[in-house]
Nanobody
Framework: QVQLVESGGGLAQAGASLRLSCVAS????????MGWFRQSPGKEREFVAV????????DYADSVKGRFTVSRDNAKNTVFLQMNNLKPEDTAVYYC??????????????????WGQGTQVTVSS
């Protein structure tokens, strides 16, 4: 059983940056691809970014491409989401998730077996 704990959310102004972290425990971190998703009130959970087990393959939603960067430190069991040039539409609860299909980054939430509790990101205009 893998436990995931996100941190780093908060309130930011448009154009600012935030860095989210997600620490994993209870499993072998390098056995998983790690994804970031977000959900706003009244909306479905949507894909943001994903990184495969080695960090050699990543994928991003079009809405964040060029602004967000996903990375991981397998020695520290941690995945990061660097968010630059934040926009009000980035406001959401951000979740990290673990996918046992570690080789190929996937966008579909159903592929992921483990989820964190989420961290709120609020961007003001």
């Amino acid at each position: 059983q893998v436990q995931l704990v996100e941190s780093g959310g908060g309130l930011a102004q448009a154009g600012a940056s935030l860095r989210l972290s997600c620490v994993a425990s209870g499993g072998t971190f390098r056995n998983y691809a790690m994804g970031w998703f977000r959900q706003s009130p009244g909306k479905e959970r949507e894909f943001v970014a994903v990184i495969n087990w080695s960090g050699g393959s990543t994928d991003y939603a079009d809405s964040v491409k060029g602004r967000f960067t996903v990375s991981r430190d397998n020695a520290k069991n941690t995945v990061f989401l660097q968010m630059n040039n934040l926009k009000p539409e980035d406001t959401a609860v951000y979740y990290c998730a673990a996918d046992p299909n570690r080789w190929v980054p996937m966008r579909t939430p159903l592929e992921y077996d483990y989820w964190g509790q989420g961290t709120q990101v609020t961007v003001s205009s």
